[in-house]
């Protein structure tokens, strides 16, 4: 499975981006998505996951939404009223499947990763 993830860029304190990453393979419905992000100098941290559901760290819950489309084999994170704490690299990971109820928040959990994409918060 590749991953292709873009959408990052500069933007205000309290503006919106909308990250998407679009992933080949077969069986798309079937993975788990997440999102991590590594900001400078700090380890990588989830963001959140969707599966049937979604799930999402404490710091963008309200903020952030995490969708997918089957049919373009592609997830999305919409970002809102962004702050210069959110500035990081984001990463979007597959999981190859999922079980109902389950949330994946750890690294170990995803076994394909795309290449980052930048996103920056000026205050």
């Known amino acids: 499975v590749q991953l292709q993830a873009s959408g990052g860029g500069l933007v205000q304190t309290g503006g919106s981006l909308r990250l998407s990453c679009a992933a080949s393979?077969?069986?798309?419905?079937?993975?788990?998505l997440g999102w991590f992000r590594q900001p400078p100098g700090k380890d990588r941290e989830f963001v959140a996951c969707?599966?049937?559901?979604?799930d999402y760290a404490e710091s963008v819950k309200g903020r952030f939404t995490v969708s997918r489309d089957n049919a373009k084999n592609t997830v999305y994170l919409q970002m809102n009223s962004l702050k210069p704490e959110d500035t990081a690299t984001y990463y979007c990971?597959?999981?190859?499947?999922?079980?109902?109820?389950?949330?994946?928040?750890?690294?170990?959990?995803?076994?394909?990763w795309g290449q980052g994409t930048l996103v920056t918060v000026s205050s």
């Open positions: 990971a597959v999981r190859m499947s999922y079980l109902d109820g389950d949330y994946y928040r750890h690294e170990y959990e995803y076994v394909y």
């Open positions: 969707i599966t049937r559901d979604d």
């Open positions: 393979g077969r069986h798309f419905s079937r993975y788990a």
